[in-house]
């Protein structure tokens, strides 16, 4: 071994040194190492994880990382290409890193200035995922990335926000030079981000698990993609299994359907191009709640849409519905008997099915994807795996229909029929088995309203179920339905913009530095005193941001600093609004115009 192989594991000792930590990592960053020219290759098995970002700016360059479980951040201020060396033989785990984190370190390391590093990351973030931005051999200088292989898809901050962990702003510009002074401030931004990364990581320490048994299942690396392991698990190491796809017109199995390329029609009505809905609002009783299982998965069976790969796919299906089943004998003959090692136990089993969902999943988004991909086939511009649904979903609905029975919302894969017998729910059935779909029967709801295509509110005994936001929001769901207590948590409003930055003004000010920065996302609460007025900003512009018009705002952590100091009132005329506004949605539809005769 040479000497400047032993740098990432003196610096990892280091690191996890319980006494003088920080002067231990000092000694080793000023310690003489050889350095390289080209990208080291090196066996990191044992190599504990580490949590790490960076900040760039014009004059400025940080990284923090830390090793899992450790209570020592290490900060680097402008480190050189020697020191980012030892960092390629961790398991670097970040949060979007695969696209931004990854590729600034590398480039540290090929020996770009700060000015390039700082041109480099404007480059990237404002490229629209450019390729050509991005440097091939960075992708996989990390162990993993939890934003590419978390099932939630969300900001770092939102999850920071969902979690309660402790959010610091930054309102700086990335395009300025940052004095001196102020370096700290971006260092303890940066630690910040990078504690927060473990706790997320942490938190969706599910989804790294199901990423690390699809690697195991593909023999690719965890830091590959979602994508890139089901694509090894179904088509091998085959490069365009696309020549071996099979493409179905659906009007031999629909006669009537036609499709001109952009516009679709069956049986007078428009099936749509994602799934098939349908709604008839009202207040209904006792209503049955019928799913199709896997409706997508089945329709890309019933098509063999992947040709000769077809059945692989099938076994991925089965495999998970076996162990669902708790039948591990079965589970453990399929995909060349691969899954045996992860079935000794019911927790292995379930994170194996959990894995298996993942892959499922991702691969009907990714055969209606605009983007070229292994599991596109560039025939298919009907979607034709959305679309089979879809033209079931209108024959089922006006067989039922036909049957006597009122059809109140389709939605996709489920249908809900209102004052429902044993007879129209077998029928429902076997309707679908003859089609290839297997109904599973839900449940039946004893009220439900049905206010539009996408939101209804319903119960089930005394079990409550609300889709939409309208009735999902807390305030309303628990003062309306539940009757549960109301939490600060409940008066606490999730608001995000895509476009400008928020800005919190309590002055009345017109300059923005007398307002306080927020950025993209926030959480705040409405109050009836010392509050400001929440703007979005773009282009030196100022608007309201969506719901908080006319309306006094703090943000989250003042509300919770002034709720302890038993200082906080809420504007409860806000949440009241919500409230009478959803309570009006259904009364719509009730004769006596009172909620009460619904709710209760």
Known sequence: MLLQDMRSDILTFAAKSSNQSDQCIKTVMTMEFVGQNTMPETDIENAPLTFYDVEVYPNLFIVCWKVQGSDVVIRMINPESADIEPLFKMKLIGFNNRRFDNHILYARYLGYSLDELHRLSQKIINSKNNRDVYFGEAYNISYADIYDFSS???SLKRFMIDLDIHHMELDLSFDDPVSEDLWPRVEEYCVNDVVATEKVFEARKQDFIAREILADLSTLSVNQTTQAHTAKIIFGNEKNPQQSFVYTDLATEFPGYKFDGKESIYRGEDPGMGGYVYAEPGIYENVALLDVASQHPTSIELLNLFGPYTNKYSEL???RMAIKRKDYETAKTLLDGKLEKFLGDVEDAEALAYALKIALNIVYGLTSAKFPNAFKDNRNKDNIVAKRGALFMIDLKQAVQEQGFTVAHIKTDSIKIPNATPEIIEFVIKFGSKYGYDFEHE?????????NDAVYIARNDKKWTAVGAQ?????????LFTNEPIEFKDFCEMKNVTQGTMYLDFSGS???KDMV???RTGSFVPVTD???VLWRIKDGNKYAVTGTKGLQWINRDVAVQR???NKLNVDMDYFEDLKQKAADAITQFNDSNDIKDFVY
Do not use: I
């Open 443 to 451: 449940g039946t709801y004893d009220v439900f309203c049905l206010v």
């Open 517 to 519: 920065h927020v950025g």
């Open 152 to 154: 939630k898809k969300q």
């Open 563 to 565: 709720n302890l100091d």
């Open 471 to 479: 009735f999902q929001h807390p305030y309303v769901f628990k003062t």
């Open 510 to 512: 017109e300059e923005l």
């Open 530 to 532: 010392g509050g400001g």
């Open 317 to 319: 299906k089965e495999a």
